[in-house]
């Protein structure tokens, strides 16, 4: 049989574009707008949004108002001190959410039955004009009613000042920091009370 001549391999012949050396160069293109990476965490690319942005007023309260970190077992926030008078002893806790005023689990105005006693223990958080902004919860022992208002008052006074130590100026000015030191005295041998003799009768 005749040999079939071989096929020739086609080869790829390069086309030639119609642009010279000096148009195919590239010439610089204007800058893209930024853009935001995606919370979604896909890697995708989105546009800033105007929204999430936050206003001036936000950001001038945010600076004014700490906003305090949650409690790591989920409870609220809370400043702890202790105050004293007399005998008396006062566990103060000041949470920074709003809520009722508690001493030994009852509402302080009827655990201090008077005005003057109820004046005595929310006096530290009227002086700072902060009532009714915070949740205050009271234990107290010892000493009598009045002694455990002015205990619940030093106690409530600590709390503030470790919450926000610029109104150290301001309690320390009322009286409210200084640890009342007057006590009763104690009674003496030959004595009726710490002073009182006995009744003398000259027949």
């Given at each position: 049989m005749p040999e079939t001549p071989k096929k020739r391999a086609a080869k790829s012949v390069p086309i030639k574009s119609g642009r010279s050396k000096k148009s195919a160069t590239k010439t610089p293109s204007a800058p893209e707008p930024a853009l935001a990476v995606s919370q979604e965490g896909t890697g995708a690319l989105a546009p800033?949004?105007?929204?999430?942005?936050?206003?001036?007023?936000?950001?001038?309260?945010?600076?004014?108002?700490?906003v305090w970190p949650a409690h790591p077992s989920g409870r609220d926030r809370y400043f702890e001190a202790v105050g004293r008078r007399k005998t008396a002893i006062a566990r103060v806790r000041l949470f920074t959410k709003?809520?009722?005023?508690?001493?030994?689990?009852?509402?302080?105005?009827?655990?201090?039955?008077?005005?003057?006693?109820?004046?005595?223990?929310?006096?530290?958080?009227?002086?700072?004009?902060?009532?009714?902004?915070?949740?205050?919860?009271?234990?107290?022992?010892?000493?009598?009613?009045?002694?455990?208002?002015?205990?619940?008052?030093h106690g409530l006074a600590r709390c503030l000042i470790t919450f926000n130590p610029?109104?150290?100026?301001?309690?320390?000015?009322?009286?409210?920091?200084k640890r009342d030191p007057r006590m009763k005295e104690r009674k003496k041998f030959g004595l009726k009370k710490a002073r009182r003799a006995p009744q003398w009768a000259k027949r």
């Amino acid at each position: 049989m005749p040999e079939t001549p071989k096929k020739r391999a086609a080869k790829s012949v390069p086309i030639k574009s119609g642009r010279s050396k000096k148009s195919a160069t590239k010439t610089p293109s204007a800058p893209e707008p930024a853009l935001a990476v995606s919370q979604e965490g896909t890697g995708a690319l989105a546009p800033p949004d105007a929204t999430l942005m936050p206003s001036p007023e936000a950001s001038a309260r945010a600076d004014s108002e700490p906003v305090w970190p949650a409690h790591p077992s989920g409870r609220d926030r809370y400043f702890e001190a202790v105050g004293r008078r007399k005998t008396a002893i006062a566990r103060v806790r000041l949470f920074t959410k709003s809520g009722p005023f508690m001493v030994n689990d009852k509402a302080y105005g009827d655990y201090f039955p008077t005005l003057d006693l109820q004046k005595i223990a929310e006096d530290a958080l009227k002086k700072m004009k902060l009532w009714e902004r915070f949740r205050v919860s009271a234990h107290v022992s010892g000493g009598g009613i009045h002694a455990q208002a002015e205990a619940v008052r030093h106690g409530l006074a600590r709390c503030l000042i470790t919450f926000n130590p610029d109104f150290r100026k301001r309690m320390k000015r009322a009286g409210f920091l200084k640890r009342d030191p007057r006590m009763k005295e104690r009674k003496k041998f030959g004595l009726k009370k710490a002073r009182r003799a006995p009744q003398w009768a000259k027949r």
